[in-house]
């Protein structure tokens, strides 16, 4: 379990980043933020399915089993992420405003994929 104060992550080393330095990093560019080389596979893959569906194949499925995980964490991965898509899309379409906490939509075309 991870710690709910922002300290380190219970598996990382000493001099890895604290979990809410870790958020942060992520928020803003999750390539560039201090993951495992398995977390940056699911967000990879995660972001090509929401960004380019039309392009995944059965390549970025093996990706993942390299890097460890099962077909049931595949496919958790898939029906989150997929259900993230829908429900944006749904909010997007009916002209949902955004929670007031949240950062306003600033048109900004997704990353590279």
Do not use: C, W
Request: glycine residues 6%; proline residues 12%; hydrophobic residues 40%.
């Amino acid at each position: 379990m991870e710690p709910a104060d922002g300290g380190s992550r219970p598996d990382a080393p000493s001099h890895a980043p604290t979990i809410d330095a870790l958020v942060s990093a992520v928020a803003t560019d999750y390539r560039t933020a201090a993951l495992s080389p398995p977390e940056r596979a699911a967000l990879d893959f995660a972001v090509k399915l929401t960004h380019a569906p039309q392009r995944m194949t059965a390549a970025d499925v093996e990706d993942l089993r390299r890097h460890g995980y099962d077909d049931r964490a595949i496919h958790d991965l898939v029906q989150v992420t997929a259900y993230f898509n829908y429900i944006n899309r749904i909010a997007d379409g009916l002209g949902v405003d955004l929670e007031p906490d949240m950062p306003p939509r600033d048109g900004a075309p997704p990353p590279a994929v």
